[in-house]
């Protein structure tokens, strides 16, 4: 773990207007610096709606916060007649790190597959903004106990045509399906055997260099309770956080889990 810098990335989802927004990242730097967080030990990402990207990086950019800002979806175009959507350049402009792909509410309310994640991931890295890959099985799958294979064919398909240097800017998060949202935490040992499983089949192809590298994040029902012994694990390198990032006190002692 030595090599990695643990990351925690905070999944507004669908919340929030713009002062809200503002308001939420002003409270959790304050708390932050209160607490003494080493930003350079533990990096911080906040990944807001689009509608309220443009007032958060304002925010960052004129306080020069240490805490970057991402987005939880992008367009596998990169410009033209694709109403609604949004491309990675214009996240790019907008001074966004990380987008979110293949996140499972996406792959379940808009039918994503591997597919089109895979090439949102592309899209991703060709406007320079690091995607966290998000992947992990179902209920059915984990009783059946195919949760491993499942979630490893998952990382296979969506780093197609991936090259090893891209690798660097590649995060990849565990979310079993089952612990999103319903309070249901996988155990430090559940989140290390898949976790270590994906480092596995990224070293089996890229090679153990890119493997010791990339960051492995788990996600589902982390709060400042539970974060440390999920961290505890030498393949977990971070969370994905959702329902506790809305909350400053909540995700800064989640950040500050050291
Ligand atoms: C998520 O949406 O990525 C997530 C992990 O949500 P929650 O923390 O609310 O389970």
């Given at each position: 773990r030595a090599e990695r810098t643990p990351l925690m990335a905070g999944n507004?989802?669908?919340?929030?207007?713009h002062r809200e927004a503002v308001h939420l990242v002003q409270k959790l730097a304050w708390i932050l610096q209160d607490k003494k967080h080493d930003f350079d030990a533990v990096e911080v990402v906040v990944l807001p709606s689009f509608t309220n990207i443009r007032s958060v990086q304002t925010l960052i950019d004129g306080d020069r916060l240490r805490i970057r800002h991402g987005a939880q979806d992008l367009s596998p175009h990169d410009k033209g007649a694709y109403t609604g959507d949004v491309s990675g350049a214009m996240l790019a402009k907008l001074g966004c790190s990380y987008v979110v792909v293949g996140h499972s509410e996406r792959r379940q309310h808009h039918r994503e597959d591997d597919t089109i994640v895979n090439a949102k991931l592309q899209a991703a890295l060709r406007h320079g903004i690091r995607p966290i890959l998000c992947v992990g099985e179902g209920l059915d799958v984990r009783k059946e106990g195919r949760h491993v294979e499942y979630t490893v064919g998952q990382v296979q398909a969506a780093l197609d045509g991936v090259k090893a240097e891209q690798m660097s800017d590649v995060v990849i998060a565990y979310e079993p399906v089952w612990a999103i949202g319903t309070g249901e935490v996988a155990t430090p040992d559940d989140a290390q055997e898949v976790c270590a499983a994906i480092r596995k089949v990224v070293g089996d192809r890229f090679g153990d260099d890119v493997a010791r590298g990339v960051r492995v994040l788990y996600g589902g029902s982390v709060k400042a309770s539970n974060v440390a012994g999920i961290m505890?694990?030498?393949?977990?390198?971070g969370a994905l956080v959702g329902g506790a990032s809305l909350d400053p006190e909540e995700f800064a002692g989640i950040c500050r889990y050291y």
């Open positions: 507004w989802k669908m919340n929030l207007d505890a694990k030498p393949d977990v390198d």
